[in-house]
C-alpha cells in the first residue's frame, strides 16, 4: 500500500493561515507578519504579535517524535535555563510548553539574534567549552526517559539499511558500500566496546557550528535531536581541520569545560566513529525525508550518481581515520 499523501508531505496544510491561527489558539494575537526560517526536518517562523516582540514558533514533523519525547526536551532545555545557561528554552503558556492546533505540534520560543561563533578563536573556544561543562553538569543529574540513545544500531545498521533496502544508491557503488559499511559498522562498534565503561548522559545532541548563536556571547538552540549518548558528542562538532588544528582546538574547548564538568579521556577514542555515524544518519535521513517537496529543492544533489560515489570516497576516508590514533588528552 502506498503512504498516504499527509504522511510523505506532512506540512501540506500547515499554510500561513494555519499558523496563525495557530498562534492564537493559544491567546497571544498576531499581526500578520511571518517569516520563515530556515529549517527541514521541522517548520519554523517568526511570527509577529500586536505591541509585542515577535516570537519563533516551530511545528514539529507529524510522526517523529511522542509528545512525551517533546515534552522531555522542553523539560531540558528548562532545566538549563534555569540554571543560567543560555540555551533558548520554550515559553509556558496557558501551563504548557507544548500546543496542538488543527493536527499539529508547536511550541513558541523567545526570539534570539546572533552570528555563528568564530570557533577559530581562542577565546570563544575556552567560553564554548565553560558552558558546555556546564550543560553536562545539569544533564548529568537525571536521565532520559523516552528520548532515544545514540547508538551504533540507530545511528549505523538502521541508516546502512535504509539507504540499501530504498535502492538509493546508484546500481555501480552498491556493493562497495555494502561491503564497506560493514567495515565502518566493524570499527564503529571496537571503539564503543573500547569506551563501554563510559557513561552516558543527556546531550544537546546535535551542536554543530549552525546550532550556536553568539552575541556578546554563545547561545545554544533547537534540542530538536537531544539524546542519551557521550560527552564527547557535544565536543566533536566543534573540532575541524588536521590532527594538530584540531588537537589545539580541543585543548582549549576542554580547558574550559573542565572547569565545570570532568572528562573522560577514553571517549577520545569515539570521535571518528561519532563522525561517521553522523556522515551515515545524514544520508538517510535526506532518503527518508525525500518525499517532502523542501528537501530536493534544498538538496538536489543527492538524487544524482555522483553523490554515491562522493559518499563512497568520504566514507573511504573515515575508514582510515577511524584506524589512526585517537587525540590526545591534553595537559592541563
Same mark, same amino acid.
Given at each position: 500500500?502506498?503512504?498516504?499523501?499527509?504522511?510523505?508531505?506532512?506540512?501540506?496544510?500547515?499554510?500561513?493561515?494555519?499558523?496563525?491561527?495557530? @498562534?492564537?489558539?493559544?491567546?497571544? %494575537?498576531?499581526?500578520?507578519?511571518?517569516?520563515?526560517?530556515?529549517?527541514?526536518?521541522?517548520?519554523?517562523?517568526?511570527?509577529?504579535?500586536?505591541?509585542?516582540?515577535?516570537?519563533?514558533?516551530?511545528?514539529?514533523?507529524?510522526?517523529?517524535?511522542?509528545?512525551?519525547?517533546?515534552?522531555?526536551?522542553?523539560?531540558?532545555?528548562?532545566?538549563?535555563?534555569?540554571?543560567?545557561?543560555?540555551? @533558548?528554552?520554550? %515559553?509556558?503558556?496557558?501551563?504548557?510548553? %507544548?500546543?496542538?492546533?488543527?493536527?499539529?505540534? &508547536?511550541?513558541? &520560543?523567545?526570539?534570539?539574534?546572533?552570528?555563528?561563533?568564530?570557533?577559530?578563536?581562542?577565546?570563544?573556544?575556552?567560553?564554548?567549552? /565553560?558552558?558546555?561543562?556546564?550543560?553536562?553538569?545539569?544533564?548529568?543529574?537525571?536521565?532520559?526517559?523516552?528520548?532515544?540513545?545514540?547508538?551504533? #544500531?540507530?545511528?549505523?545498521?538502521?541508516?546502512?539499511?535504509?539507504?540499501?533496502?530504498?535502492?538509493?544508491?546508484?546500481?555501480?557503488? +552498491?556493493?562497495?558500500?555494502?561491503?564497506?559499511?560493514?567495515?565502518?559498522?566493524?570499527?564503529?562498534?571496537?571503539?564503543?566496546?573500547?569506551?563501554?565503561?563510559?557513561?552516558?548522559?543527556?546531550?544537546?545532541?546535535?551542536?554543530?557550528?549552525?546550532?550556536?548563536?553568539?552575541?556578546?556571547?554563545?547561545?545554544?538552540?533547537?534540542?530538536?535531536?537531544?539524546?542519551?549518548?557521550?560527552?564527547? *558528542?557535544?565536543?566533536?562538532?566543534?573540532?575541524?581541520?588536521?590532527?594538530?588544528?584540531?588537537?589545539?582546538?580541543?585543548?582549549?574547548?576542554?580547558?574550559?569545560?573542565?572547569? &565545570?564538568?570532568?572528562?573522560?579521556?577514553?571517549?577520545?577514542?569515539?570521535? +571518528?566513529?561519532?563522525?561517521?555515524?553522523?556522515?551515515?544518519?545524514?544520508?538517510?535521513?535526506?532518503?527518508? /525525508?525525500? +518525499?517532502?517537496?523542501? &528537501?530536493?529543492?534544498?538538496?538536489?544533489?543527492?538524487? #544524482?550518481? /555522483?553523490?554515491?560515489?562522493?559518499?563512497?570516497?568520504?566514507? /573511504?576516508? *573515515?575508514?582510515?581515520?577511524?584506524?589512526?590514533?585517537?587525540?590526545?588528552?591534553?595537559?592541563?
Amino acid at each position: 500500500m502506498e503512504p498516504a499523501a499527509s504522511e510523505l508531505t506532512p506540512y501540506y496544510r500547515l499554510d500561513p493561515d494555519t499558523v496563525l491561527q495557530a @498562534i492564537d489558539s493559544v491567546g497571544l %494575537l498576531t499581526d500578520g507578519r511571518l517569516l520563515a526560517l530556515n529549517s527541514y526536518e521541522n517548520r519554523v517562523y517568526q511570527v509577529g504579535i500586536e505591541d509585542q516582540l515577535p516570537l519563533v514558533a516551530k511545528f514539529y514533523r507529524p510522526g517523529r517524535w511522542s509528545d512525551a519525547q517533546i515534552l522531555e526536551e522542553h523539560t531540558f532545555a528548562t532545566e538549563l535555563a534555569l540554571a543560567e545557561i543560555p540555551v @533558548i528554552a520554550p %515559553l509556558q503558556i496557558m501551563g504548557t510548553t %507544548l500546543h496542538h492546533s488543527n493536527g499539529f505540534r &508547536f511550541a513558541l &520560543f523567545p526570539r534570539q539574534g546572533g552570528h555563528a561563533p568564530e570557533l577559530d578563536n581562542k577565546e570563544t573556544r575556552l567560553w564554548l567549552g /565553560r558552558f558546555l561543562g556546564r550543560i553536562h553538569a545539569v544533564a548529568a543529574t537525571r536521565k532520559f526517559k523516552h528520548r532515544p540513545a545514540l547508538t551504533p #544500531e540507530r545511528f549505523g545498521d538502521e541508516s546502512i539499511a535504509t539507504l540499501l533496502q530504498g535502492g538509493w544508491l546508484p546500481p555501480h557503488v +552498491e556493493d562497495a558500500f555494502s561491503s564497506l559499511s560493514a567495515d565502518l559498522m566493524m570499527h564503529i562498534r571496537a571503539a564503543y566496546d573500547r569506551t563501554s565503561h563510559c557513561a552516558n548522559i543527556r546531550l544537546h545532541g546535535d551542536l554543530h557550528p549552525g546550532n550556536l548563536l553568539w552575541r556578546d556571547g554563545p547561545f545554544f538552540v533547537d534540542l530538536d535531536d537531544c539524546q542519551s549518548g557521550p560527552a564527547v *558528542q557535544d565536543l566533536w562538532m566543534l573540532l575541524s581541520g588536521d590532527r594538530q588544528e584540531m588537537q589545539t582546538q580541543l585543548a582549549d574547548v576542554l580547558e574550559g569545560y573542565r572547569q &565545570f564538568y570532568h572528562f573522560n579521556p577514553a571517549e577520545l577514542q569515539l570521535i +571518528e566513529a561519532l563522525r561517521t555515524l553522523r556522515m551515515l544518519h545524514h544520508a538517510a535521513w535526506l532518503a527518508r /525525508r525525500w +518525499e517532502d517537496p523542501a &528537501f530536493p529543492a534544498a538538496f538536489p544533489w543527492f538524487g #544524482e550518481p /555522483r553523490y554515491g560515489e562522493t559518499l563512497i570516497l568520504s566514507l /573511504r576516508e *573515515q575508514l582510515s581515520a577511524m584506524q589512526e590514533p585517537a587525540l590526545e588528552l591534553p595537559y592541563l
